[in-house]
C-alpha cells in the first residue's frame, strides 16, 4: 500500500500501513465513475454522482456544502467542486465528496486516482484525497487517506494514491476530505489502472 503525494514539480513517496473503517451503503454502489470533471450539474450547486447519501454518519449537512464551481477559481479553467464548512459542528467536523464504484472490472490491478487539490484552511485543518477498497464482506481491504501528506496550501497542487484492487474487492471508494473548518477544491481528477506489479 502506498502514497504518493505528487506537487507540481515535486514528487514525494510514501507507505502507507494506515487501517481505515468500513463506510458504505447499498443503495449508493455506482457501475461507473461519474461526472469527474463536474459537468453535469450547474455551478453553486452539489454536482450529481458526488457527495455522501444519508446513510453514511456526517454531522448535520447543515455545517458543510458542496458545490460546483466553474473558471479562473479552478485549476482546469472549466469546472471544479469546492467542500467548504459554512459553520462550526462541535461533534465531527469533517466531510466527503466521494463515490462508491463496483470493483469487479478492476480486480488484479492497480487503481492510481490522481486530483489537483488546494485548500484554505485554518490552524489545524486539511484537505486529503483518500481511497478505501471493500471486500464483499464490508471489510476493509485497503484505506489511504494522506494521513502523512495533508493538504494545507492555497496552491493548486498534484496528488495521487495508487490502491491494489484485491481478487476480493466489492467496491472503490474515492473522492476528498475535507477536515476541520475551511475549505478545499478538486480538479483534473483520473482514475487509472494497470496490471498489478507494472
Not at 489537483?116 to 486539511?126: E, I, Q, W
Amino acid at each position: 500500500m502506498k502514497l504518493r503525494a505528487l506537487l507540481v514539480g515535486l514528487g514525494i513517496a510514501a507507505v502507507s500501513g494506515v487501517v481505515g473503517y468500513s463506510q458504505r451503503c447499498a443503495d449508493e454502489l455506482h457501475a461507473t465513475f461519474l461526472n469527474l470533471d463536474f459537468a453535469e450539474g450547474n455551478p453553486g450547486e452539489r454536482p450529481p454522482g458526488w457527495e455522501p447519501p444519508p446513510c453514511v454518519y456526517l454531522p448535520p449537512r447543515g455545517a458543510y456544502v458542496t458545490e460546483i464551481v466553474s473558471g479562473a477559481a479552478c485549476n482546469s479553467g472549466k469546472r471544479c467542486a469546492v467542500v467548504k464548512a459554512i459553520r462550526e459542528d462541535p461533534t465531527d467536523q469533517r466531510w466527503f465528496l466521494f463515490q462508491r464504484v463496483d470493483a469487479t472490472p478492476y480486480r488484479g490491478k492497480e487503481l492510481t486516482f490522481r486530483a489537483a487539490v488546494r485548500a484554505d484552511v485554518v490552524l489545524g485543518s486539511s484537505a486529503r484525497l483518500l481511497v478505501r477498497v471493500h471486500g464483499k464482506d464490508i471489510s476493509t481491504l485497503f484505506f489511504d487517506n494522506m494521513g502523512r501528506f495533508p493538504v494545507r496550501s492555497s496552491a493548486w497542487a498534484f496528488y495521487e494514491i495508487h490502491a491494489p484492487i484485491a481478487q476480493g474487492a466489492e467496491d472503490i471508494e474515492f473522492g476528498m476530505q475535507l477536515i476541520g473548518l475551511g475549505a478545499a477544491w478538486s480538479d483534473n481528477i483520473s482514475m487509472n489502472f494497470a496490471d498489478a506489479g507494472n
